[in-house]
C-alpha cells in the first residue's frame, strides 16, 4: 500500500493569511505512462462530506475559489490556501489513486487564529 | 444535479452482515466514464477506501481490510451496494458512497461527487 502522511496534524491561521498543508507519498504517484501524478486534495467540513478541491495534484474542481492551490510532483505535495476566509474550517485530506487503489492522508485540521 | 443517496439499517450485531445500498439520481450509474466506490469513516478518524466497482461488473478492493467485503451493482435499480460479512466493533463508521472518476486506459481517479453518509454501528 502506498501511505499517505500529512503534515502538520493541525494548524491555525489568521483571517486573510496562508495555509499551507503538506502531503508525501511512501512511492511516487506520478504515472511516468502520461506523466500525471495521482494526488488529489479533499475538503471535509463538520457534519459534512469530503468535497473534491484538487485533482492530478493542481487541477482545480469546477466552483472551486482560486485562493486554493495544489502543487508539487512525485512524492512531495502541497495544498495553499492563499488568503485564509473563515468558511474554510475544515479537516483537508490528500488522496492518491495510483494503479486503481486509493489510500488517504490522516488529515490536516484548519482552525483560525 | 446528481445526488448520491446511501441507505440500510444504523445498527448491526457483531459477526453479523453489514449491507448498504446506494442510489444514484440524477445521472445514469450505466456510464462507461465512472467507476462507483465506498468509502468510510471511523468516529473522529480519517477516511478509508473500501472499493469500488464499474457498471460492467468489474471491481477493485482495499486489499488491507480485515473483514471480506462484496460490492455489485443493479443498473436496473441505479443502485450499487456495499456487504461487509462477520463485522466487528472496528467496522463501526460512516459509510459514504461517491462517483469516481475512471478512463479505461489510465485507470480510476479521484472521487467527484460523494453522498451524505450513513453512520453504522456495530453491537450487540
Known amino acids: 500500500d502506498i501511505v499517505m502522511t500529512q503534515s502538520p496534524d493541525s494548524l491555525t491561521v489568521s483571517l486573510g493569511e496562508r495555509a499551507t498543508i503538506n502531503c508525501k507519498s511512501s512511492q511516487s504517484v506520478l504515472y511516468n505512462s502520461n506523466n500525471k501524478n495521482y494526488l488529489a486534495w479533499y475538503q471535509q467540513k463538520a457534519g459534512q462530506p469530503p468535497k473534491l478541491l484538487i485533482y492530478w495534484a493542481s487541477t482545480r474542481e469546477s466552483g472551486v475559489p482560486d485562493r486554493f492551490s495544489g502543487s508539487g510532483s512525485g512524492t512531495d505535495f502541497t495544498l495553499t490556501i492563499s488568503s485564509l476566509q473563515a468558511e474554510d474550517v475544515a479537516v483537508y485530506y490528500c488522496?492518491?489513486?495510483?494503479?486503481?487503489?486509493?489510500?488517504f492522508g490522516q488529515g490536516t485540521r484548519l482552525e483560525i487564529k | 444535479q446528481l445526488q448520491l443517496q446511501e441507505s440500510g439499517p444504523g445498527l448491526v450485531k457483531p459477526s453479523e452482515t453489514l449491507s448498504l445500498t446506494c442510489t444514484v439520481s440524477g445521472g445514469s450509474i450505466s456510464t462507461t466514464i465512472y467507476y462507483w466506490g465506498w468509502i468510510r469513516q471511523s468516529p473522529g478518524k480519517g477516511l478509508e477506501w473500501i472499493g469500488s466497482i464499474h457498471y460492467s461488473g468489474r471491481t477493485y478492493y482495499n486489499p488491507s481490510l480485515k473483514s471480506p467485503v462484496t460490492i455489485s451493482i443493479d443498473a436496473s435499480k441505479n443502485q450499487f451496494s456495499l456487504k461487509v460479512n462477520s463485522v466487528t466493533a472496528a467496522d463501526t463508521a460512516m459509510y459514504y458512497c461517491?462517483?469516481?472518476?475512471?478512463?479505461?486506459?489510465?485507470?480510476?481517479?479521484?472521487?467527484?461527487?460523494w453522498g451524505q453518509g450513513t453512520l453504522v454501528t456495530v453491537s450487540s
Open positions: 488522496q492518491q489513486y495510483l494503479f486503481n487503489h486509493n489510500t
Open positions: 461517491a462517483r469516481q472518476d475512471y478512463d479505461n486506459v489510465w485507470g480510476t481517479f479521484h472521487f467527484d461527487s
